[in-house]
Each structure stands twice: as structure tokens, then as C-alpha cells.
Nanobody
Framework: VQLQASGGGLVQAGGSLRLSCAASGHTFSNYVMGWFRQAPGKEREFVAAITWSGIQYSADSVKGRFTISRDNAKNTVNLQVNSLKPEDTAVYYC??????????????WGQGTQVTVSS
């Protein structure tokens, strides 16, 4: 089972990126999928998740700026990140779990993709 994240980069404050995560080795259509992030010196934190039926929820810190979506046929989950702030700088990890709601420690993790926001 692999979750392959991509789309990170260096962007100025106010800019946008689109993070993508491709799942392979398993069908995740009935899994909750989502994103976490970890900034330097901080613990990994929840960012956003989407259930198999398309119900989305996100952390208060990113509401209105980040949008999560998924394509069950392609086994992918995306995170559109807009209005980026320097405090959004972190390694972003995609994750998947068979439970209905994303737990703090999902069953599957992808490798991270670095997002750096300059002021």
C-alpha cells in the first residue's frame, strides 16, 4: 500500500498550491482520506479530511482557505491551498484510514511534500 504525495513547493504569501496524493496497492474508495502537516519543531497536526461519500471537514486554521477533494475512481485525494501564510510552512502528509472519521493516527501514511511560504 502506497500513498504518494506531490505538489509542494516554495510560494509567496497569498499564493496557492495544489497538493495531490495518489493511492496504490489498495482500493480506498470506502476509506476516509486526508492531510496532516508538521512544521519544524512542532507536532504533526490534522489539516483536512474527506469521507468516502464526500463529507469534508478541516482544521479551523485552514477553513475558508484550503479545500479537500477526492476521486474514488482514480484513488486520489487533493488539497487546494489558497491564501497561503508563512505559518502554513510545513511538510504535508496524506493519510488514509478505514474508519468513518479520520483518527489522530491513521492506518496509512504517505511520504511528505514540503510547502514553504515566504513572507
Amino acid at each position: 500500500v502506497q500513498l504518494q504525495a506531490s505538489g509542494g513547493g516554495l510560494v509567496q504569501a497569498g499564493g496557492s498550491l495544489r497538493l495531490s496524493c495518489a493511492a496504490s496497492g489498495h482500493t480506498f474508495s470506502n476509506y476516509v482520506m486526508g492531510w496532516f502537516r508538521q512544521a519544524p519543531g512542532k507536532e504533526r497536526e490534522f489539516v483536512a479530511a474527506i469521507t468516502w461519500s464526500g463529507i469534508q471537514y478541516s482544521a479551523d486554521s485552514v477553513k475558508g482557505r484550503f479545500t479537500i477533494s477526492r476521486d474514488n475512481a482514480k484513488n486520489t485525494v487533493n488539497l487546494q491551498v489558497n491564501s497561503l501564510k508563512p505559518e502554513d510552512t510545513a511538510v504535508y502528509y496524506c493519510a488514509a484510514d478505514p474508519r468513518a472519521v479520520m483518527p489522530a493516527k491513521p492506518t496509512y501514511w504517505g511520504q511528505g511534500t514540503q510547502v514553504t511560504v515566504s513572507s
